[in-house]
């Protein structure tokens, strides 16, 4: 969550336009590490959607928000955006734990 962390006090902070080139700088260099970790899975904890993967999507796209072409030098993180925003909601619950599935219906 350090990625999600550092684009929010960026954000948020007053002195947005100075820290701004800095984040944009350095934010290559965590996209790799998502990359690297996602490798040619199909999702981040193997060939399953897990919850880890609806926290992956949210940090890439609110990154994807802040500097929309941000993801371009990293195609298996699109290709991963892609298959998240295709699937069914459907069939995201039915591959879900019970677990998942009893916090979605107590939310």
Same mark, same amino acid.
């Given at each position: 969550?350090?990625?999600?962390?550092?684009?929010?006090?960026?954000?948020?902070?007053?002195?947005? %336009?100075?820290?701004?080139?800095?984040?944009? %700088?350095?934010?290559?260099?965590?996209?790799?590490?998502?990359?690297?970790?996602?490798?040619?899975?199909?999702?981040?904890?193997? /060939?399953?959607?897990?919850?880890?993967?609806?926290? +992956?999507? /949210?940090?890439? /796209?609110?990154?994807?928000?802040? %500097?929309?072409?941000?993801? /371009? +030098?990293?195609?298996?993180?699109?290709?991963?955006? !892609?298959?998240?925003?295709?699937?069914?909601?459907? !069939?995201?619950?039915?591959?879900?734990?019970?677990?998942?599935?009893?916090?979605?219906?107590? !939310?």
């Amino acid at each position: 969550m350090d990625t999600r962390m550092q684009l929010a006090m960026t954000c948020y902070n007053p002195e947005f %336009e100075k820290l701004k080139p800095k984040y944009l %700088e350095e934010l290559p260099e965590k996209l790799k590490l998502y990359s690297q970790f996602l490798g040619k899975r199909p999702w981040f904890a193997g /060939d399953k959607i897990t919850f880890v993967d609806f926290l +992956a999507y /949210d940090v890439l /796209d609110q990154n994807r928000i802040f %500097e929309p072409g941000c993801l /371009d +030098a990293f195609p298996n993180l699109k290709d991963f955006m !892609s298959r998240f925003e295709v699937m069914p909601l459907s !069939s995201i619950l039915s591959d879900a734990p019970c677990s998942f599935l009893s916090f979605k219906m107590l !939310s």
